[in-house]
């Protein structure tokens, strides 16, 4: 199975996922400690894809969403954006209205206090 496929199924058959390096409960990096920390304080269900187990994921991921950075997040199949992106989206209120637009349960108290936390 060749990466492009790996990552199309694995995008298409999880509602949510993120493309990081480490795992939700072990991250390797920062920015994604930051992204899977929001979503796990959050309490969404995700997958999560270790990219540092596997080169050809690794770049097969950034050739897939011709972007050129890791964590990536996708929400049913569709790249949101890496860690700045979900960031700012988690602050203004847009990632509420993502996941409440395409059914992802989510803790919509634990993403207020994200926001009180940082204003």
């Known amino acids: 199975m060749t990466a492009e496929t790996q990552i199309k199924e694995t995008v298409t058959n999880n509602d949510v996922v993120l493309f990081m390096k480490g795992t939700k409960s072990m991250p390797q990096c920062g920015f994604s400690s930051r992204v899977a920390g929001v979503l796990n ?3 969404v269900d995700f997958a999560d894809i270790n990219v540092l187990a596997d080169e050809e994921l690794r770049q097969g991921i950034k050739d897939y969403s011709d972007w050129p950075t890791i964590p990536q997040l996708y929400v049913k199949g569709e790249f949101v954006g890496g860690c700045d992106i979900v960031t700012e989206m988690t602050l203004s209120g847009e990632l509420d209205e993502l996941f ?5 349960n989510f803790d919509k108290a634990a993403a207020d206090k994200i ?3 940082n204003t």
């Not at 409440?100 to 992802?104: D, L, S, Y």
């Open 41 to 43: 304080f959050m309490g």
């Open 100 to 104: 409440q637009k395409e059914g992802v």
């Open 115 to 117: 926001r009180e936390a």
